[in-house]
T-cell receptor, first 115, second 112 residues
Framework: GAVVSQHPSWVICKSGTSVKIECRSL??????MFWYRQFPKQSLMLMAT?????????EQGVEKDKFLINHASLTLSTLTVTSAHPEDSSFYIC???????????FGDGTRLSIL | DAKTTQPTSMDCAEGRAANLPCNHSTISGNEYVYWYRQIHSQGPQYIIHGLKNNETNEMASLIITEDRKSSTLILPHATLRDTAVYYCIVRFNTGTASKLTFGTGTRLQVTL
């Protein structure tokens, strides 16, 4: 079945640094990928829709200059958390579709901890 | 996308069927019902989806009422590994850019 891979699975870094998270579709091409954020004991919140070859579409309240999304190929989208602070600590998850009438498949997530 | 309502939590004995309800009374005619589950510290896992007819796969069965205002996910023989948060989501199948909007889900605890 379709597989979505995220890397790294876990990262700890100092406040003020930037962190890049990769999301890859391993056995299919994904023109669209999605980035979610999940705080402890809460549900997934959609942050943005990543579009191959064009700008990402951000959900209301998500700072596009803070969360940079690049979708340069049909199998890779990256999320960069710029100048990360402790309040950015969260579980970040990506997903992608294979075909329009097929379900989205999710990566295993990246746990980001900012000290 | 239509909003869904699910119970906050449920318990089920191992080996028994787990029946997880979902209310989606404002669903529109071309919105599908999707079920995902999330085991602690992992990404959501797709379970099943349907439009009007009942569906069954190797993981579960999905029963959708005739008026489509509610549905039930059935895990026929629950095991401890089925302990997870189960999300019922409705969405349009209109292209790969169609979003999923997660609610709070049902926390299923399977016990010995």
């Amino acid at each position: 079945g379709a597989v979505v891979s995220q890397h790294p699975s876990w990262v700890i870094c100092k406040s003020g640094t930037s962190v890049k998270i990769e999301c890859r579709s391993l056995d299919f091409q994904a023109t669209t990928m999605f980035w979610y954020r999940q705080f402890p004991k809460q549900s997934l919140m959609l942050m943005a829709t990543s579009n191959e070859g064009s700008k990402a579409t951000y959900e209301q309240g998500v700072e596009k200059d803070k969360f940079l999304i690049n979708h340069a190929s049909l199998t890779l989208s990256t999320l960069t958390v710029t100048s990360a602070h402790p309040e950015d600590s969260s579980f970040y998850i990506c997903s992608a579709n294979t075909y329009s009438n097929q379900p989205q498949h999710f990566g295993d997530g990246t746990r980001l901890s900012i000290l | 996308d239509a909003k869904t309502t699910q119970p906050t939590s449920m318990d089920c004995a191992e080996g028994r069927a787990a029946n997880l309800p979902c209310n989606h009374s404002t669903i529109s005619g071309n919105e599908y019902v999707y079920w995902y589950r999330q085991i602690h510290s992992q990404g959501p896992q797709y379970i099943i989806h349907g439009l009007k007819n009942n569906e069954t796969n190797e993981m579960a069965s999905l029963i959708i009422t005739e008026d489509r205002k509610s549905s039930t996910l059935i895990l026929p023989h629950a095991t401890l590994r089925d302990t997870a948060v189960y999300y019922c989501i409705v969405r349009f199948n209109t292209g790969t850019a169609s979003k999923l909007t997660f609610g709070t889900g049902t926390r299923l605890q399977v016990t010995l």
